[in-house]
């Protein structure tokens, strides 16, 4: 759930990842590629796909859309938009190697590697050229940007005019009653089943990384800083996950 789209590379500009939670690496996620989809499913609580599907839906995809998942890791939403939208083609970026490696091996699987693409890049400098894309897609990845400014004005000049941006992330559950076990399990309980599982001690990065992370209005201003109209900022789970969804102008 928090696969890597840049390394830390040193000091931290303003409305980014602070060094403490910054270790979300190509090489970190290398090492947990083989057992992260069945972690992310495990850890969610079978949430994630879930989750996924209602980021699709945001998307409001015509037949023929051109999409691009950046961080897209194992490929899963990638992989959803594709089954959903049988006339749609999808560009996957990532920076772990062996994460894209899975992905290409679930692609061949479903028999749809005419459809769906994948390479390695940096979501700060996405290698496309400009407007070439009617959305954008971003699962569990802006968490661990060291530039999320640059990445989100990279996600823009990759849209076309009207196209949508629709972000999934994990949060920072709120207080209170209902927000008491979501953040309990994210504290806690997250860590160390992701340490049991996979042998791997990354995985407190990833309450690390959550704590880390803007409040949701916070970071909505920050996509509106890129250009960006955002549309609906939604709480998923009791606020464990948002789900934003922003739209680049017609110009």
Request: hydrophobic share 45%; proline share 8%.
């Amino acid at each position: 759930m928090m696969s890597p789209v840049a390394q830390n590379t040193g000091v931290a500009p303003p409305g980014t990842a602070p060094a403490a939670a910054a270790d979300g690496s190509g090489a970190m996620f290398d090492r947990i590629a083989p057992r992260y989809d069945l972690l992310n499913r495990m850890m969610s609580l079978g949430q994630d796909q879930r989750w996924r599907r209602t980021t699709i839906d945001a998307l409001e995809l015509q037949p023929g859309a051109r999409v691009l998942d950046v961080a897209t890791g194992t490929g899963d939403l990638a992989l959803l938009v594709a089954r959903r939208y049988p006339e749609v083609r999808l560009v996957g970026v990532d920076t772990s190697t062996r994460m894209l490696e899975v992905a290409r091996t679930k692609i061949v699987a479903a028999g749809l590697v005419d459809r769906v693409k994948v390479e390695q890049g940096c979501a700060e400098r996405l290698p496309f050229e400009a407007r070439s894309f009617d959305a954008v897609t971003i699962a569990f990845g802006i968490r661990n940007v060291p530039d999320r400014p640059k990445a989100l004005r990279s996600m823009y000049d990759a849209l076309r005019p009207g196209g949508r941006l629709a972000i999934l992330e994990l949060t920072e559950p709120p207080p209170g009653l209902l927000g008491g076990l979501p953040r309990f399990y994210v504290h806690t309980v997250v860590p160390w089943l992701g340490a049991v599982l996979s042998g791997a001690s990354e995985y407190r990065y990833l309450q690390m990384s959550i704590q880390a992370f803007p409040p949701p209005e916070a970071f909505a201003e920050t996509i509106r800083d890129a250009g960006f109209g955002v549309q609906s900022v939604i709480p998923l789970s009791f606020g464990a996950c948002h789900l934003f969804v922003a739209q680049r102008g017609l110009e």
